[in-house]
């Protein structure tokens, strides 16, 4: 089946600082690719539609400013937490559609911001 | 707006068991329906993919059935084992290309 890379798979880092996560398609291309996040014990809620080549659409209550998404290529995807602080502690998953309406996602990233 | 209900919220079995979990939606107006496995702390993995116009797909020990007009689907595990404890997570598209509604997932427990 198709694959999708995430990483790094954790990553633990000083409130303030920012943060990016890489989602790789790595045998197709993804020409929209969706960034999920889940906090413990908790299903996952999307955060945001990453389009190539355009600008991601964001669902309600997620800032935009603070989880910049680029999708500069077909196969590659980030989403980098600008400013973290411990409340975006989470883990993130991302998400690409291979074309028939099946989504594979990526093994996810832990985020702990101290 | 579409919700996605997931009945029991955690399971305790023991081993051999068959066992159901239950997915409900609030719009039957969907696209296709998904079940996704996922272990503590790790991605997600496909389990099966129904579109709306099939009513069940299999795949191994693995039973997934759709029935839209009552907004239900439901996964059965047959001979349930130790290696089947995960979440379970259900999700629905409402339109090709639009992103998932997930469920808010069944934890299992498999006992040996």
């Known amino acids: 089946g198709a694959v999708v890379s995430q990483h790094p798979s954790w990553v633990i880092c000083k409130s303030g600082t920012s943060v990016k996560i890489e989602c790789r398609s790595l045998?197709?291309?993804?020409?929209?690719m969706f960034w999920y996040r889940q906090f413990p014990k908790q299903s996952l809620m999307l955060m945001a539609t990453?389009?190539?080549?355009?600008?991601?659409?964001?669902e309600q209550g997620v800032e935009k400013d603070k989880f910049l998404i680029n999708h500069a290529s077909l196969t590659l995807s980030t989403l980098t937490v600008t400013s973290a602080h411990p409340e975006d502690s989470s883990f993130y998953i991302c998400?690409?559609?291979?074309?028939?309406?099946?989504?594979?996602f990526g093994s996810g990233t832990q985020l702990s911001v101290l | 707006k579409q919700e996605v209900t997931q009945i029991p919220a955690a399971l305790s079995v023991p081993e051999g068991e068959n066992l159901v979990l239950n997915c409900s939606f609030t719009?039957?107006?969907?696209?296709?329906l998904q079940w996704f496995r996922q272990d503590p702390g790790k991605g997600l993995t496909s389990l099966l993919l129904?579109?709306?116009?099939?009513r069940e797909q299999t795949s191994g020990r693995l039973n997934a059935s759709l029935d839209k007009s009552s907004g239900r689907s439901t996964l059965y595990i047959a001979a349930s084992q130790p290696g089947d404890s995960a979440t379970y997570l259900c999700?629905?598209?409402?339109?090709?290309?639009?992103?998932?509604?997930f469920g808010g997932g069944t934890r299992l427990m498999v006992k040996p």
């Open positions: 998400s690409a559609n291979q074309g028939n309406e099946k989504l594979f």
């Open positions: 045998d197709f291309q993804a020409t929209t």
């Open positions: 990453s389009n190539e080549g355009s600008k991601a659409t964001y």
């Open positions: 719009d039957s107006a969907i696209y296709n």
């Open positions: 129904i579109q709306s116009s099939q």
């Open positions: 999700a629905v598209k409402m339109g090709a290309g639009n992103m998932l509604t």
